[in-house]
């Protein structure tokens, strides 16, 4: 006879193994971003004012469509009064997907590291004869060769890697982006490596919303005036509705035509905005301009490099605590100086010190234990094995050995 199973409640396993379940990694994310449908968009912390940009531009399109464009359909024959409404409709639909894509998207963040990089020189031999050498602080800037010429790249001590050249790290995202242009507030987002491409769509498509709807309004008032035989002010005041939107058009056109035109000069020299302002490359050699025809098809032909980061992957639990090596004793450029540590109230340690801490309690400890005793014997607490660091296995026999012929030498002594 065999026992039958325990039941179980039902559906008791699959809550438990959702409960147990890694997290994802956009639920452990370090950066400043905002996260939708599961990580599959990634906005940037000031997501709300895409909602203004949404406003500023269905808004104007609705009203054109309901004051303007329906009735050019009875100006015009039927056709060409419909495709007037439609091609406002659509091309209204075609901006605000760019504009999904260039907000809704990973710009190009670069992963963080976990600790900091090795130098390329070191060869990993730290310890030399059992004493640690001192901790070797990171070179702030290294120097990289790009199609000939000199570039600098920077150590970001917030992500603990050295940054390719053209990224750099945006202070409201939190995060080093690839190809860094600037951030956005109108639409939210770093704008770089892998959305730079829509944003100028965007931007582009939004002037030529911005003639169209400004053209097609001074074209009812112009029908107006053949239909009445009237002047150009009376028929202005006969559609309130389009001067408010030939005002409103005007207006919004110099600053996304400005706008367009302005990354225009920079596609057309390979330049970011973040460099030519930082870097004035009209008074040094521009290492990435390789001429007007590659510099536009690296822009709009090439192939978007896929994101670095899955979002949607599960990240393994944490094994807890690990003992660092004592070989990786590598500080930062800012590191190992009065750094507040924010979320836990108290000076956060350098790279490497927590190990040195520990090898002072330890050796602080020993000595304590250590003491003569009042018949002049060793304390019984003196070698305990807890507080022995088990470095090496021959290290810790050989004091066993030693711990043992002392011990056997003092009882023969008497003392």
Known sequence: ?????????????????AAMAPPRAYQVWEGSNVFFLGGRFIFGPDVRSLFLTIFLIIGPVAIF?????????????????????????????????????????????????????????FDGSIDVGGVQTPQMRL????????????????????????????CSHCSICNNCVERFDHHCPWVGQC????????????????????FYVFAFCWVYIKKI?????????????????????????FISVWFVGGLSVFHLYLIGTNQT????????????????????LANFKEIFVSRIPPSKNNLQARVPPEQGLQPRQSAGGFMSPNMG????????GRKAMAWGEHESASAIDIDAGLR????????????????????????????????????????SSLGSSGS
């Open 1 to 17: 006879m065999h026992d039958a199973p325990p039941l179980r409640a039902p559906g008791s396993a699959s809550v438990g193994a």
């Open 65 to 121: 469509c309901v004051f303007v464009a329906r009735k050019l359909m009875d100006k015009f024959s039927h056709h060409t009064g419909i495709c007037i409404m439609v091609f406002a409709v659509a091309f209204t639909l075609y901006d605000l997907c760019l504009l999904l894509l260039t907000s809704g998207r990973d710009p190009g963040i670069i992963p963080r590291n976990s600790k900091p990089p090795e130098p390329e020189d």
């Open 139 to 166: 070179p702030r800037m290294k120097d990289v060769i790009v199609n000939g010429i000199t570039v600098k790249i920077k150590y970001c001590d917030t992500c603990m890697l050295y940054r390719p050249p053209r």
């Open 191 to 210: 704008i770089g490596l892998r959305n730079y491409r829509f944003f100028y769509m965007f931007v582009f498509s939004t002037t030529l919303l911005c």
């Open 225 to 249: 005036m053949d239909a009445e035989e009237t002047n150009v002010w009376r028929a202005m005041s006969k559609t309130p509705a389009s001067i408010a939107l030939i005002i409103y058009s």
């Open 273 to 292: 905005t973040y460099e030519n302002f930082r870097y004035r490359y009209d008074r040094r050699a521009n290492p990435y301009n390789r001429g007007l």
């Open 337 to 344: 100086k009065d750094v507040v540590d924010i979320e836990v």
């Open 368 to 407: 304590n234990d250590t003491v003569d005793g009042k018949d002049g014997g060793l304390n019984e607490s003196t070698l305990s094995f807890e507080h022995i660091l088990p470095i090496d296995g021959s290290e810790v026999g050989a004091f066993v050995v030693e711990h043992h012929r002392r011990r």
